[in-house]
């Protein structure tokens, strides 16, 4: 099986944020592989050992991004790729999803595409559906769980979360699959995955090596970002001799605070 | 009459989760923003009840695609049908509910148009006649406004419970009208549906009641002599603590949570999850048992409008949220507190 | 001069981190009551390649540098001392001893499969009447024929339980003019007849690891078994304690570390006198301490494992890294405790655990006293470190990661 696994590198979500000139700073926090992405990278190796083939990380961002790319490659993935331009940097999804999708169409026979449900910094969760959409392959979002994959009849069963049930969908191959945490363990890199990662020379493809020219401009603009005011609730304790006696007080209060 | 906004009427086997209703109760305001009514769009099948209901929440017309072909949510399906209606309307804004469907949904038709998405919307304004809408990220941490001013349609999702549901007004009159589109390609195949774990849905909640790792924190308990293994007796024990969780919960019919690191920890299955890798939720009432608040499971809770922290450790950085905090024992708190509500709730 | 890490580095950081907060961090307080080693924790240790981190791929290690095995070791410390301990024993004092004095047939049959973590490795020099002074010991080895006849009993070893293998001396020579120079250094696996173990219980600290006592009766080791030349035991002990104490070093820089952390959060949640308590000038000398600690003591492990990774002779500059770490980490986890109030003095808070973790490695593997006066005798020139006939191979990455020919 040819697997792609496409992934992001985000600030650490311990990390704290501000706004510093209109843009969201996170301090000296690490930049790391988005954690959802894990996931993704977990499930397109696990994919190749039980189907064989190979698993390549694939990712748009600034050149920083190696870094996210090496922590696939010390997880295992085979080989990485980068797409990076300066005419990229603005890049909303409709932007991101064309040029990981003309990235795709040039690594060329993909069987499937792994993502993780979002990214934690802009957590827009609509990437892997456009890219699908522009490939015109299965959009198999939220997995939680792949019951079936047959190369051989070129078909795969997921199920996918909903609020309400877990549905079960099959799709022919190549597909777009989007995984939720529930899927499976990370393992972590390997120490031959580490050296193997720092040694790597990372191919970097321009827009126009994937013959994404011209850039299309965003769609989208970002007028303002703020923090959201801090809520200063002092927290009032509630205190009784009894369990009982506590129970009814807290309950009160929350009838009068009108939250039931 | 061509209306200007459009709402997507997503349902479950025709039945709509109330973000469905919030958002044509949103919608409302931004038609009148544009001097236009609200058109609403299902697709599904069996769904005159749906169409009817929505009038009542306030569309002025509403279209079904409804055909037993359509029984099963299939995102590509539902796209081309979508998209269509949206060429055949010349729609400015089409907003969604946000939820596992639409976001996907949204995501396809937005290619369809090269226009540009915005999920999970708490806020918005007209501003020269287009959209600028709220949005957090970062797991909320950070809130950008964002724009779309070169494309039409906007296309929007709003957030579970970020704007009020309407009353319903049973007199309400509005057009329905039939659409015939058959989609193209089938690309998937439905092939059935399991139970989800999580009980009543997190994003949907009022009221929610969660567990963290504190819930195994019971000494006392000692588990039955077959389970010999230490992480399973303090799986063991940790279940007995969402059990009284769940007791909790049951009364007000409110949704049960938990933190990563009782996720991880095995006492409850991923769907429970609240925080940053997990759901972000919203309700009215939020009670944290035994939940220390990390950072992360903070930024999945803290616009809850009250939130309950029962901790034992007083200086716990979820109190620093929490409206009413108790410091004791969640084992001798929890059924305490579920007796008191039964009894206030009339439902002993 | 570069005190960069290499993106090599900060991955094994990274990866030893995750392992530790995720897999051992939930569940470190309940093994720590309970004054037992968490079953899983040397399986996996092995698995993830842990326990051979700086041995030489051709020897079934992972090829990685002797700073790599400190970086480990801090990070594994900031979770718990227990975890270090293993890197300690395991790979500080047994396994790369073995790999400098080792004879080629030596190593494929002990150290392969230490470095791949199939067999766990311990190291058997203190006796009940034989600590600092080790010359002291009343272990024997006879010789018989082509074998030795081991007796005597080994106390306060780390992993008595769980090793295969212990590095044991023992006196060859017992009326050697200079006592010294009778003790010679054995592999002894632990299967053979007349070898038994048992834990102590009752510790101050280190309660969620294995340390115990193991002793010979008869047990016969075939003379090939013998580590390095008849009475050149004492030395082999010495030059493994030069990379035990580096662990040890690594690992209080971490548990320094963890005081430091614990208190920054608390210091920032806590509040009195209608602040948080971080905002009181005492607590923020205690934080200020810590933190000029930690860098001290970092740059001193680093400095270390830089000249071990260059083939230098480090025993005065590891000595100096493991004194002022171990006893700054021991200053640390009070001072942690005392931000922390009455919480700190109970286990809801772990800095009660780092007390008392800390205060076993300020005795073991050299006291502060000990190290103390070796300072003074190499600032007096009382002291220096004669050549040893083998030293410990200096890191070379090529040779490292070469596979087996």
């Given amino acids: 099986m040819n697997v792609v696994v496409c992934v992001k590198q985000t600030p650490d979500t311990a990390a704290s944020l501000s706004v510093k000139d209109g843009r969201a700073s996170w301090g000296d926090a690490p930049l790391v592989l988005n954690p959802w992405d894990e996931y993704a990278v977990e499930q397109a190796l696990r994919t190749k050992e039980t189907h064989g083939g190979k698993v390549t990380a694939l990712s748009m961002g600034p050149t920083e991004a190696r870094e996210a790319l090496k922590q696939s490659l010390a997880m295992g993935c085979d080989e990485a790729v980068l797409v990076t331009d300066p005419a990229l940097a603005e890049a909303d999804s409709l932007v991101t999803s064309a040029a990981l999708a003309a990235a795709l169409r040039k690594i060329g026979d993909v069987d499937i595409a792994f993502f993780g449900k979002q990214a934690v910094d802009t957590d827009t969760g609509v990437t892997a559906a456009q890219v699908a959409r522009r490939l015109g392959w299965p959009s198999?979002?939220?997995?939680?769980?792949?019951?079936?994959?047959?190369?051989s009849q070129r078909s795969i069963t997921v199920e996918r979360m909903m609020e309400e049930s877990r549905q079960t969908v099959r799709a022919g191959l190549p597909a777009v699959v989007s995984v939720v945490k529930e899927i499976n363990e990370p393992r972590y890199p390997s120490f031959m995955g580490i050296r193997r990662a720092s040694k790597a020379e990372i191919p970097v493809w321009s827009a126009a090596d994937i013959g994404l020219t011209p850039v299309p401009a965003a769609v989208l603009s970002w007028p303002e970002m703020i923090a959201p005011p801090k809520v200063e609730v002092s927290c009032e304790f509630i205190e009784g001799a009894t369990p009982q006696e506590i129970a009814a007080q807290l309950v009160s209060k929350l009838f009068e605070a009108k939250v039931i | 009459?061509?209306?200007?906004?459009?709402?997507?009427?997503?349902?479950?086997?025709?039945?709509?989760?109330p973000a469905t209703w919030e958002t044509l109760g949103a919608a409302k305001g931004l038609a009148a923003d544009r001097q236009s009514g609200v058109a609403a769009v299902a697709v599904g099948s069996g769904l005159d009840h749906l169409a009817a209901q929505a009038i009542q929440h306030g569309a002025d017309h509403v279209f079904l695609v409804d055909s037993p072909s359509l029984k099963d949510f299939r995102p590509e399906a539902y796209a081309d049908i979508v998209t269509q209606q949206l060429r055949d309307q010349a729609v400015e804004v089409w907003i969604l509910p946000t939820t596992s469907r639409t976001r996907e949904l949204a995501a396809m038709v937005a290619v369809d148009f090269e226009t540009g998405v915005t999920p999970d919307v708490i806020a918005w304004e007209s501003v020269d006649g287009v959209v600028v809408a709220t949005r957090p990220i970062y797991a909320g941490k950070l809130h950008t406004r964002e724009v779309n001013r070169k494309r039409t349609p906007q296309i929007l999702t709003v957030r579970s419970r970020a704007f009020p549901i309407p009353e319903p007004e049973a007199g309400r009159t509005g057009e329905v009208t039939k659409l015939a589109i058959t989609p193209g390609h089938a690309v998937t195949e439905v092939l059935g549906y399991k139970p989800s774990e999580a009980g009543v849905s997190l994003s949907d909640a009022s009221i929610i009641v969660s567990g963290g790792r504190g819930v195994s924190n019971n000494p006392n308990l000692s588990p039955p002599a077959e389970i010999t293994d230490p992480k399973q007796q303090e799986i063991w024990r940790a279940q007995q603590g969402f059990a009284l969780v769940r007791a909790l919960a049951s009364v007000p019919g409110a949704a049960v949570g938990a933190s990563r690191a009782a996720v991880d920890a095995g006492y409850i299955p991923y769907a429970n999850q609240v925080g940053q890798t997990g759901k972000v939720v919203s309700p009215d009432l939020y009670i944290a048992c035994g939940i220390s608040g990390a950072i992360q499971h903070q930024a999945g809770m803290r616009t809850s409008k009250a939130i309950v922290a029962i901790n034992r450790d007083r200086d716990a950085p979820i109190f620093k949220l929490a409206r009413f905090g108790v410091v004791g024992d969640l084992?001798?708190?929890?059924?305490?507190?579920?007796?008191?509500?039964?009894?206030?709730?009339?439902k002993m | 001069m570069d005190l960069h890490l290499t993106p090599e580095h900060e991955m094994v950081r990274k990866m030893v981190r995750d392992f530790a907060e995720k897999e051992v961090a939930p569940i470190i307080q309940e093994w720590d009551r309970k004054g037992e080693m968490a079953p899983h924790i040397l399986p996996r240790m092995a698995e993830l390649g842990i326990l051979g981190i700086c041995l030489p791929v051709r020897y079934g290690g992972q090829g990685f540098d002797y700073l790599s095995l400190g970086l480990a070791c801090e990070e594994l410390e900031v979770v718990d001392t227990t975890l270090r301990v293993i890197m300690s024993v395991h790979m500080g004092l047994n396994s790369l001893g073995l790999l400098q004095w080792g004879s080629e047939e030596q190593k494929i049959r002990f150290l392969v499969p230490q470095a791949r973590g199939e067999?766990?490795?311990?190291?058997?020099?203190?006796?009940?009447?034989?600590?600092?002074?080790?010359?002291?010991?009343?272990?024997?080895?006879?010789?018989?024929?082509?074998?030795y006849v081991l007796n005597g009993e080994k106390i306060w070893i780390s992993l008595a339980t769980k090793a295969h293998h212990v590095l044991w001396f023992a006196k060859t020579d017992p009326v050697a003019t200079d006592p010294h120079d009778g003790i010679s250094a054995f592999v002894v696996e632990t299967a053979l007849p007349g070898v038994s173990c048992g834990d102590l219980h009752g510790k101050l600290g280190v309660r969620a690891g294995s340390t115990g006592w193991v002793s010979c009766q008869d047990v016969r080791v075939p003379s090939s078994h013998r580590l390095g030349e008849e009475g050149e035991g004492f030395r082999i002990a010495m030059s493994c304690l030069d990379n035990g104490r580096y662990t040890v070093a690594?690992?209080?820089?971490?548990?320094?570390r963890a005081s430091l952390e614990a208190s920054l959060r608390y210091a920032q949640e806590r509040r009195t006198f209608g602040r948080p308590i971080a905002g009181h000038q005492l607590v923020q000398q205690k934080i200020a301490r810590m933190v000029q600690s930690y860098e001290a003591a970092r740059l001193l492990y680093w400095q270390a494992g830089w000249l071990k990774n260059i083939g230098r002779r480090n025993t005065r500059e590891t000595s100096m890294a493991k004194w002022f770490a171990t006893d700054a980490s021991v200053e640390a986890a009070l001072e942690a405790i005392q931000i922390h109030g009455a919480y700190g003095y109970s286990d809801e808070y772990p800095v009660e655990r780092y007390l008392r973790n800390a205060k076993g490695a300020v005795i073991y593997e050299g006291t502060s006293e000990i190290h103390t006066l070796m300072q003074a005798g190499y600032a007096l020139g009382t002291r220096t470190d004669a050549a040893l006939r083998l030293e410990l191979p200096a890191y070379d990455a090529a040779a490292w990661q070469a596979a087996a020919a």
């Fill in chain 1, 140 to 151: 198999l979002t939220l997995t939680a769980a792949i019951p079936a994959l047959d190369p």
């Fill in chain 2, 1 to 17: 009459m061509a209306e200007k906004v459009l709402v997507y009427l997503d349902h479950f086997e025709g039945v709509a989760p």
């Fill in chain 2, 331 to 346: 084992y001798d708190i929890l059924p305490a507190l579920t007796t008191e509500f039964a009894t206030r709730l009339g």
């Fill in chain 3, 119 to 147: 067999k766990v490795a311990a190291f058997g020099l203190t006796e009940s009447g034989a600590g600092s002074d080790v010359a002291a010991m009343a272990s024997t080895a006879r010789r018989a024929g082509d074998d």
């Fill in chain 3, 250 to 256: 690594s690992g209080a820089t971490g548990l320094i």
